[in-house]
């Protein structure tokens, strides 16, 4: 049974998450990637025209999951409120799916590597930025709260806090609470940030 172009690019997109959080970046080749979705070959081919092409399409998949979580924000509650629910949310999401989070730094990590450059390195930072920064600012606009740091200072130092407390959880679960750690480091940027 012929499967429409469409369909399929969306099925080898899924594949290559899908492998790349069980086995890592390193794991995905056209060949893999096809064998994953069930595929021909020549439809991994046709679809995309190398493995960073391949790679850039997973990178949008991740971020658009990012646009998904940002909508059920209560914004309204203000903007400590929505810095609090995203970094619970955040952490929910890596104690839930810690493959998902590591794969994600490896394809960041693989394209800093190995595509200097690469859409796909320059694209998911700035992603992130933008989507929490419009959610930061709707929420200080909605309650009349100003950042004293500005909205993508805030963005920017969140997101270093939580890479850094996720790469130490995913390294060693047990080692220490991390959780109590990062929540205290989220509180003492909203500190400083006068919220």
């Known amino acids: 049974m ?43 081919h046709y679809n995309f025209a190398d493995k960073d092409d391949l790679m850039e399409a997973a990178a949008r998949a991740w971020l658009k999951n990012l646009g998904r979580f940002s909508r ?32 994600e730094f490896e394809l960041i990590l693989w394209a800093t590597r190995n595509a200097p450059g690469s859409p796909v390195a320059a694209k998911i930072y700035p992603a992130y930025e933008v989507e929490l920064g419009n959610m930061f600012s709707a929420a200080a606009k909605s309650d009349g709260e100003e950042c004293r740091i500005g909205i993508p200072a805030l963005v920017r130092s969140f997101l270093m806090i939580y890479d ?23 509180d003492a940027l909203l500190a400083k940030a006068g919220l």
């Open 2 to 44: 012929r499967v429409p172009s469409a369909e399929r690019k969306e099925q080898l997109i899924a594949a290559t998450v899908e492998l790349m959080r069980r086995e890592g970046v390193q794991s995905v080749t056209m060949r893999a990637i096809a064998k994953e979705a069930n595929a021909p070959l020549a439809a991994a």
């Open 72 to 103: 059920d924000l209560p914004i309204h509650l203000g903007l400590r409120k929505t810095v609090e629910q995203v970094a619970e949310g955040y952490w929910r999401s890596l104690e839930e799916e810690p493959a998902s989070l590591l794969a």
């Open 164 to 186: 850094g407390a996720a790469i130490q959880y995913i390294t060693d679960p047990n080692a220490a609470d991390h959780r109590a750690n990062f929540f205290m480091m989220v």
